[in-house]
């Protein structure tokens, strides 16, 4: 479980988060929507502190952080139950795809060199990349780089894997390819916290939904809800723009 009390993190004057709690429970898909700037992605990244909250408390799995006073040990630790899947892939250009998915296992995890690039493969098979093992990230698509950095986070086994608008720097026909493998990897149980603005991938998949706008969450429950009957005015605002197809009472 991922537990987020009190979470707040501000830029000089700019408050960017302002006293978020989320709870994620084991196995669960939980999307983050929201507008730009509304502190969706600052949020995920606060999670394994590639933004370092201002105050508040994280919890993965029974491993607590005291955010205002947290220290390397900690923060490393913290790091180890997480992995991040960025937009824009963040590769290494000079290393194959294989190396790329082995790099963690061989480096964090001190594996073996042959145990890692056994796992490897499997995982670069599994996101459908079999073909690709030796291909450097110039030589394959936005998607396949995408899906070589889902392998990758999937190598470390974390406790949750955190999703920041995986498919936003794609070419419109390539994102499916890399929602079908989020969906796939979602149906083993994996925890996953997902910022996107993939609306129909969010109506599919995630079993909790969260919608944040100037730094809160606004509304937050299951799908069915809060897609088909939501309660704050701020959130039809942003669904009727979003996806008209769907009528909303303003």
């Not at 991040?84 to 480096?107: C, D, P, R, S």
């Amino acid at each position: 479980m991922i537990q987020l009390t009190d979470i707040s993190k501000s830029y000089g004057k700019n408050v960017v988060l302002k006293s978020i709690d989320l709870t994620v429970n084991k196995g669960e898909v939980v999307v983050i929507l929201g507008p730009s700037g509304s502190g969706k992605t600052t949020l995920l990244r606060c999670v394994n502190y590639l933004e370092k909250p201002n105050g508040g408390e994280i919890a993965i799995g029974d491993y607590r952080v005291q955010c205002k006073r947290a220290t390397k040990k900690e923060i490393h630790e913290l790091r180890q139950r997480s992995a991040m899947v960025f937009q824009q892939y963040n590769l290494f250009k000079h290393k194959t795809a294989i190396e790329n998915v082995m790099e963690g296992l061989v480096v964090v995890k001190k594996m073996p060199k042959a145990e890692a690039r056994l796992k490897s493969i499997a995982l670069l098979e599994k996101v459908g990349l079999a073909d690709k093992l030796d291909a450097y990230p110039s030589q394959l698509s936005g998607g396949q780089q995408q899906r070589v950095g889902i392998a990758r986070a999937l190598a470390l086994e974390p406790e949750v894997i955190l999703f920041d608008e995986p498919t936003s720097a794609l070419d419109p026909e390539l994102v499916g390819e890399v929602l079908a493998v989020i969906r796939k990897i979602a149906k083993e149980g994996i925890t996953m916290i997902v910022v996107t603005h993939e609306m129909g991938f969010a109506r599919d998949v995630a079993n909790h939904v969260v919608f944040m706008d100037e730094g809160v969450i606004v509304e937050q429950g299951p799908p069915s809800e809060l897609f088909h009957n939501p309660r704050e005015e701020r959130t039809k605002q942003f669904l009727k723009r979003i996806t008209p197809e769907l009528n909303y009472s303003i």
